[in-house]
């Protein structure tokens, strides 16, 4: 069984580091390192090894860590095969479909998932019934999704979060790179006004809360834009769209200058 281990770090940034770590056979593995000296303490108090270093995608807030984490640990850096002179201290490719930890019947899969940047990569740990989880990095956020300022694209990330993120079941965990939860929030009750749901949810939302895609599904606005409540605000707000695209555009336009 694949365990998984969220890190936080306190910083403007509010980041999320991963370990995914077998208890069985003492193999970890660290997704997005940021802060290596917090990394390693709680390797060492898990007891567990890191074999390899995996980059969502070359931003340095997710591969800050990589170098030092690199040279205590001797991990293998992996990230996107068009990140390869971006990510520091990168040794190899990753493509959709490689599986980069197997435990039993789980493992851990590569999404090609862009948007946010042209070489952003998700992990998605699965066994053979079902998905189970998936580290988004900036692609998807809790109740939000990944800007594109830089080198990315807004109808790119429409099709990636339409074709693969949508699909995901309503038990799969969401991990992301970022805890956005307050903004992100604020913004739905923005634009997205009358969600019952996101108030309810509100009530209950713990800090740092990992969220299942049930949820996610029913409080995020870029899952909610065909809903009246989303339309009628956009009416109101005096925007205009004319399909699906349109409207997640339209959103991710306004959140930019939100």
């Not at 281990?5 to 970890?28: D, M, Q, W």
């Not at 066994?127 to 998807?140: E, Q, V």
């Not at 594109?148 to 109808?155: A, H, I, Y």
């Not at 009358?194 to 740092?208: Q, V």
């Amino acid at each position: 069984m694949i365990e998984i281990l969220p890190i936080f770090t306190h910083s403007p940034l509010r980041n999320f580091s991963y370990l995914v770590f077998s208890n069985r056979t003492g193999e970890a593995y660290c997704i997005d390192p940021f802060d290596a000296k917090q990394i390693l303490n709680h390797s060492q108090k898990l007891g567990v090894k890191i074999k390899g270093i995996l980059n969502t995608h070359e931003h340095g807030d997710h591969t800050q860590g990589n170098l030092e984490l690199k040279e205590e640990t001797k991990a293998v850096v992996y990230g996107h095969k068009d990140a390869k002179h971006k990510i520091p201290g990168m040794d190899q490719t990753l493509e959709e479909g490689d599986i980069v930890f197997s435990v039993e019947e789980e493992s851990l899969t590569v999404w090609d998932t862009p948007g946010h940047t042209f070489s952003h990569l998700s992990f998605v740990r699965r066994n053979p019934k079902t998905i189970l989880g998936i580290f988004s990095g900036d692609t998807l956020f809790n109740a939000g999704v990944g800007n594109c300022f830089r080198g990315g694209d807004p109808n790119v990330l429409y099709e990636t979060i339409t074709s693969r993120y949508e699909n995901l079941p309503d038990t799969c965990l969401l991990y992301p790179g970022h805890d956005y939860w307050d903004n992100n929030l604020k913004f739905a009750e923005h634009i997205d006004p009358k969600n019952a749901f996101r108030d309810n949810y509100k009530s209950s939302l713990m800090p740092l809360q990992i969220s299942e895609m049930g949820a996610e599904k029913n409080l995020n606005p870029f899952f909610r834009r065909n809903t009246i409540s989303v339309k009628d605000r956009l009416t109101e707000l005096k925007e205009t769209y004319s399909n699906d695209r349109s409207i997640f555009l339209t959103l991710r336009k306004l959140r930019d200058l939100w």
